[in-house]
């Protein structure tokens, strides 16, 4: 029976997969026809623009010819039937032109309603191809049942809670780099790829103009590769293997105090010592969701960051100088304060405590306390 079932799972598993490689395929076909459609819409608006000033012209000279018109068939007997004839036709074909024009512009706007509307489309493709590939990941996951075997020592229940918890942590870690790659260096790379199509146009008619457009691409470069090198270092501190913990959050600071312009006091207390890898990355990534906390809601001009060593815990305080909020409301409404609910729950899956003191306009403490398991030994 158990080996009908493993085969069930086995088969469940290659068609989820299969799944996964077909949903990929429709996100990659819809980016592709995202940047398409939005090129061709960029291109479509700077010819509407040129159409409306070609209106605009051609209305002036319909006007003047009519005028021209009504002053000849007025004063006919001044003017030789040829003069009339030719004033006739001059009118005559600024006012086709006119409509032809006019025609023209009507033409341009429903294509781009029409593009507007394709794109709209496309995009909501691209977002629901990315939130079922999350769906899908987490299926895996919890098929594979590859945490199973690091939750021996716990009963089923606590398995399949803790799994769960662990596959959440990892799925809104993935959907958070996706979102930071997508609003960040992917809209970069599209908007290079538009303006080298630009460029490209450009040597034909204006050659001169090429060389700013370049440097200014070269600009656009060095700012999306800053971009994916702070996205990597978010990812994982290469600072957090080699040196530890405190030098991995004292660069984060350094950064943060120049992105956000709030003052950081980073303070060690105890000895210094270097933690399980596991311990380390949980303490570096709940004082980044902390920072970021205070960076969206706390409207604070200063943090205070302490991290402590003691013998059987290691503690890690933020204390912001902020509005404040009413902490019981904040922790039973996820919509409002999920990254604080998700700080909670990452300390209890090392058996930790967290806790927040907050008063209004007067700022807000966090502490977390995770117990220490250090390198070359382990203390409970």
């Known amino acids: ?133 999350t769906q899908v990941n987490m299926a895996i996951s919890l098929l594979q049942g590859g945490i199973a075997d690091s939750l021996q020592t716990q009963n089923n229940e606590q398995k399949i809670e803790m799994g769960l918890r662990v596959i959440k942590a990892q799925e809104e870690e993935r959907r958070r780099v996706a979102r930071e790659i997508h609003d960040g260096p992917a809209q970069t790379l599209a908007n290079i790829v538009l303006r080298l199509e630009i460029a490209e146009k450009l040597l034909e008619y204006d050659p001169t103009r090429v060389k700013a457009e370049l440097n200014d691409l070269k600009n656009l470069v060095r700012s999306n590769l800053q971009d994916i090198r702070r996205i990597i270092f978010d990812l994982r501190p290469m600072a957090l293997d080699d040196l530890g913990i405190v030098p991995a959050i004292a660069k984060y600071l350094a950064n943060y105090q120049e992105n956000y312009g ?46 402590i060593y003691q013998e059987d815990w290691t503690i890690a305080r933020i204390r912001d100088y902020g509005k404040g909020f009413e902490v019981s409301f904040a922790l039973t409404t996820p919509g409002e304060h999920f990254g604080l609910i998700g700080m909670r729950e990452r300390v209890e899956m090392f058996s930790g405590h967290f806790s927040i003191q907050s008063t209004l306009g007067k700022g807000t403490t966090i502490e977390l306390s995770i117990p220490s398991r250090h390198e070359g030994g382990t203390t409970t």
Request: glycine share 2%; with cysteine; net charge neutral.
């Open 1 to 133: 029976m158990s080996d009908q079932l493993g085969e069930v799972m086995k088969t469940t598993l290659t068609a989820i997969e299969s799944g996964k490689e077909e949903i990929f395929s429709i996100a990659e076909t819809s980016r592709t026809e995202t940047l398409r459609l939005t090129f061709e819409l960029s291109q479509l608006k700077s010819d509407i623009t040129e159409v409306i000033l070609q209106v605009d012209q051609h209305e002036k000279i319909d006007r003047r010819m009519r005028q021209r018109l009504m002053e000849v068939n007025r004063a006919h007997d001044k003017y030789t039937q040829e003069e009339m004839f030719e004033s006739y036709k001059q009118a005559k074909d600024a006012q086709v032109n006119l409509q032809l024009l006019q025609a023209r512009e009507i033409q341009l706007r429903k294509r781009r309603d029409e593009l507007e509307r394709s794109l709209r489309q496309m995009q909501a493709t691209v977002e629901r191809a990315q939130n079922l590939m």
């Open 262 to 307: 709030i003052k950081c006091e980073f303070v060690i207390e105890g000895r210094e010592k270097r933690l399980l890898p596991a311990l380390e990355v949980a303490l570096f990534r709940l004082v980044q969701e902390g920072m970021t906390n205070v960076a969206k809601h706390a409207f604070s001009a200063k943090v205070d960051i302490s991290l």
